[in-house]
């Protein structure tokens, strides 16, 4: 299991090591996962963005969200890849993501994959860093009641290693 961890933390270093004209960013995110609408989970997550070409990126994100309670915990593990269209230009922008979304639940064990959209708001706050604050639905298929809608709220920051 870390043998291939290791390998896709390698494939998205090598990825972004300038491998298009644009700066590749990584980002960190907080916030709160309605899932199915009857867990509410706290949900922390990193991500990176990809340029591709002027206002068009690939994105991925990986997540985990929890919620303790006295009969075990529900975590869930949703990872994103998608494009990502961005409007606007320094310092405040908007983007719109749309991609595919496999989510891992445990307690109970389950495997649910569908599409998400997503649409943020960001602000340039410093040279190689822009604060977020964004909104996601999905729609998600599998699991124990083969059909099933979440959406998250989340903010954070997104970073670049060079300019």
């Keep these: ?34 899932f199915e609408y009857s867990n509410t989970a706290l949900e922390t997550g990193l991500g990176v963005v990809m340029p591709l070409q002027e206002g ?21 593990v949703p990872l994103q890849g998608g494009v990502r269209f961005s409007f606007g230009s320094e310092p ?10 496999p989510v891992f639940t445990f307690n109970p064990d389950s495997f649910r994959l569908g599409p998400y959209l997503g649409l943020e708001g960001s602000v340039r706050v410093h040279p190689f860093m822009e604060l977020f604050i964004g909104l996601e639905q999905d ?3 599998g699991g124990p009641d083969y059909v099933s809608t979440g959406t998250r709220a989340l903010g954070g920051l997104r970073f670049s290693l060079s300019e």
């Design 92 to 101: 405040v922008g908007f983007h719109c993501s749309i991609g595919l979304e």
């Design 139 to 141: 729609l998600l298929f």
């Design 1 to 34: 299991m870390r043998k291939h961890v290791f390998i896709v933390l390698a494939l998205l270093a090598a990825m972004g090591a300038r491998a298009f004209a644009q700066v590749t960013t990584y980002g960190v995110s907080l916030g709160a996962n309605f």
């Design 56 to 76: 068009l990126s690939f994105e991925a994100k990986v997540a985990y969200a929890v919620r303790p309670a006295a009969d075990g915990a529900f975590m869930a």
